[in-house]
Structure formats: structure tokens, C-alpha cells
């Protein structure tokens, strides 16, 4: 089985991600899911830090001046946790992870990493278990103009920056 290619297409340019579907079936699973509907079109990066990561997939930031951004989830809501032992994939440059505030919350956000945050690891000891169900295969310089975006208090964009649309090729 060949994992799905999806494009990214944002205010600031196209990027690539191979998902990890054969790894992360359900976290990759969702993604792909969620991105054949169209949840993700139209949405902002809500968080950005740099030398950490870029963060998307809320629904509230359809607004990126929502007060919300950040809060929401898919209309599925929370996905269960997938921490399989054969898919130990690192929080490295470029990978992208599942953002959750706890166990068995994931949903929709996810972010990309812009530093290796092993810390994150699932299966590091006391991590805080954002599993990696995807990386970007190209336009890494995409994602490092998104993480250089001047930011407010609350590492929101000054700037918007959209996700006109993701296309998943399977």
C-alpha cells in the first residue's frame, strides 16, 4: 500500500507531506478524512512559534481573529489515541503531529514541526504523546516562511496565513 500524498496549499505557498497511513492508520486516517471533505480548506494557522512549530486544523480559525481559534475540533470529534509500538517516528524537522490537550483528544489539529522536538515523542518517558502520522516530502521553505511570520502575544499571526486547500493523492 502506497501512503497519500497531500498538498498544501496556503497564502504563502504549496508544500507537500507524505501521511502515514500504513504506520498511523487512525490518526493518518482522519487527516486524509477530514482533508477529502474540505474541513481544512479556508482555515488559518492559528499558533505559530518559531523553533518549535506551526499549528492548524481549527475550525474556529475559518476567523483568524476568533478568540476561539485554537478550541475547536472535527464535527467527528476526538479521535482515540494510536501509539503503536512499530511506529515510533520521532517529532523531527518537518514532521507532522497530532496536537491534543490530553489523553484520547485528538481531532483535527495537528501541527509541523520546525525543531526536533523529541520531548514530544509518545514514546519518550514522561513525554506529552503527540504521535507523528506524517512529513513533508517538499516545501520545507513553506513551512519555514509560515514559521517566520510576526506574531502577537498569543503567537497568533499578525498576518493571516490561509490553507486555501489540501488535496490528498492516493
Not at 493518518?28 to 480548506?41: C, P, Q, T
Not at 476567523?63 to 512499530?86: C, F, K, L
Request: glycine share 10%; net charge negative.
Amino acid at each position: 500500500m502506497t501512503n497519500p500524498i497531500a498538498t498544501f496549499e496556503t497564502s504563502l505557498g504549496s508544500f507537500q507531506a507524505e501521511i502515514l497511513v500504513d504506520q498511523m492508520p487512525i490518526t493518518g486516517g482522519n487527516f486524509v478524512r477530514l482533508a477529502k471533505e474540505g474541513f481544512y480548506d479556508g482555515l488559518h494557522f492559528h499558533r505559530v512559534i518559531q523553533n518549535f512549530m506551526c499549528q492548524f486544523g481549527c475550525p474556529h480559525s475559518r476567523d483568524p481573529q476568533s478568540p476561539r481559534a485554537g478550541t475547536g475540533q472535527s464535527p467527528y470529534g476526538s479521535i482515540q489515541d494510536e501509539h503503536p509500538a512499530n511506529a515510533q517516528i520521532s517529532n523531527e524537522v518537518g514532521t507532522l503531529s497530532m496536537a491534543n490537550a490530553g489523553p484520547q483528544s485528538g481531532s483535527s489539529q495537528f501541527f509541523i514541526n520546525t525543531k526536533h522536538n523529541s520531548y514530544l515523542d509518545f514514546f519518550s518517558p514522561g513525554a506529552s504523546k503527540h504521535p507523528v502520522f506524517g512529513r513533508v516530502t517538499q516545501g520545507m521553505e513553506v513551512v519555514n516562511r509560515i514559521e517566520s511570520v510576526e506574531t502577537d502575544g498569543r503567537d497568533r499571526p499578525l498576518t493571516p496565513v490561509q490553507m486555501i486547500k489540501i488535496t490528498i493523492a492516493e
